[in-house]
């Protein structure tokens, strides 16, 4: 019997087109005689439309925008809730190829959640707490692992006294620094600042994504990343290493120049990696998280390692850094699809076995 899976892509973020990417991506690799898949795009509207089972893999992101002629309810993936004169049979596995605000924070997981629907990655906790910075870090400094001083600020209260922000900053970090929007990814939104003037614009441009937004301390340090899979039972990757040909790895060098150079293995000691390795896999678990994290670290000099966040929806396509460290690891992206997939079944039927009476 073949996987029914529903690809879930798009999404009203300001990544989506990093979804549409990853949807193509994942389509391409999918083995047809193992499964079938059923495309349900969500526009930049919010409007989630379902496309025709597709019978082979698609040429490119245009042909997965589908119009609003088949817009339909999200709740109609429940097998009870389907329209039409014959019901259909229910979707398997729902995979949410989503990144960003609307999908990969815990929205959609919740909505999967209510329909008791079996899908891939993390849940509505770990997805929460992972897309803001803010309370990701609060969890990682109750967990005791060690990172780099931040600050955050909402952004009425930035409004309300600008120059009390500005100085907390330079009393507590300094410069260089990084303002981020607390819960957005791929690099949107963020700025390193060396001084007061570049800080002020870091924060009308932050506050453009976000309602708050969270300033880091700048530090001196390689940039390396590891791949987490599991659930119970988390498995770590082998390192890689980030080298931007720019400042730092924003949106542009990560999808744009193309030449960020993407190092794996890393070349860092065996008690350097076992840091990260157990850190990594610490993290996992203090976010409640399942599936899949890619967890991103600040090496320093004197070989001492601070989580810097973790990603619970990374980037996905075949040349993105979680699937090609799994694949020097060795599990190559086809089979690392089929892995995600049965872990999440492994979970929810694990869920299934919660008693909800007594």
Known sequence: MKTKLGLLYGGKSAEHKVSLQTALAVIRALDLEKFEIHPIYIN??????????????????????????????????????????KQEAPLDVIFPLLHGPNGEDGTVQGLLELLNLPYVGNGVLASAAGMDKVMMKNVFAEAGLAQVNYVAFIKSEWEHSKEEAYSKVEAKLGFPCFVKPA?????????????????????????????????????????????????????CSIPGEIVPKTDFYDYKAKYEDGDTALIIPADVKDEEYEQIKEMAIQAFKALDCSGLVRADFFLTKDGKALINEVNTMPGFTPFSMFPLLWKHTGLAYPQLIERLVNLAKERHEEKQQIKYTF
Not at 45 to 56: D, Q, R, T, V
Not at 69 to 77: C, E, I, T, V, W
Not at 190 to 213: G, P, W, Y
């Open 44 to 85: 930049v509207e919010g409007h989630w439309i379902k496309g025709p089972e597709l019978s082979g893999p698609v040429e490119n992101v245009k042909a997965l925008e589908f119009s609003t002629d088949n817009q339909l309810s999200p709740l109609s993936l429940a097998p009870a809730l389907f329209h039409g004169e």
């Open 183 to 235: 819960n957005l990814g791929s690099s949107v939104g963020i700025s390193k600042c060396t001084n007061r003037a570049e800080l002020e614009t870091a924060f009308v441009e932050a506050f453009q994504f976000d309602r708050k937004v969270i300033v880091e301390e700048g530090v001196v340090a390689r940039e390396i990343e590891v791949g987490i899979l599991g659930n119970d039972y988390p498995e």
